[in-house]
């Protein structure tokens, strides 16, 4: 009887430990999709600020007596980045913030795909920072 508590107590041992170090590989998961999510808003809310600006230089461009051709790829690109950042957050509050399995219930899997799926959107993000920082630059020279 002895014997039988003891290998009880040490399978019970062996239980939790492989039971913790499950949850310590979801906690490091976790740990890196918060991580990334955060990333990706923070580059967001860098761009943000930058709308009323695009908009305001689309708008000086569109007052100018006439557009060469240089002045009108400029619009277009101010206009294109525009569009890109509706378009981007409207397809990420849909896949990573609507109806989304809050990131505490996430399955290993779940949160695996979520990760590969921001580290996307973290470099979209940042080409669409690149992309709009570029235009502002060329829409300011132009205009000065």
């Not at 499950?22 to 990333?39: G, I, K, M, P």
């Not at 979520?114 to 709009?132: A, P």
């Amino acid at each position: 009887m002895y014997i039988f508590n003891k290998c009880r107590v040490v399978l019970l041992c062996i239980l939790m430990a492989t039971s913790l170090i499950s949850c310590d590989e979801n906690a490091v998961l976790r740990d890196q999709y918060n991580a990334l999510f955060t990333e990706v808003i923070d580059l967001h809310d860098e761009l943000m600020p930058k709308m009323s600006e695009l908009t305001n230089l689309e708008e000086q461009l569109e007052a100018k007596d006439s557009l060469g051709q240089a002045d009108q790829q400029i619009l277009e690109n101010l206009k294109k980045a525009d569009s890109r950042m509706m378009d981007w957050m409207h397809d990420f509050t849909d896949t990573y913030v609507k109806d989304r399995t809050p990131v505490a219930k996430m399955t290993a899997q779940e949160l695996e795909q979520g990760i590969e799926g921001l580290q996307g959107e973290l470099q979209e993000v940042k080409d669409l920072r690149d992309f709009t920082h570029k235009s502002l630059d060329e829409a300011t020279t132009t205009l000065k």
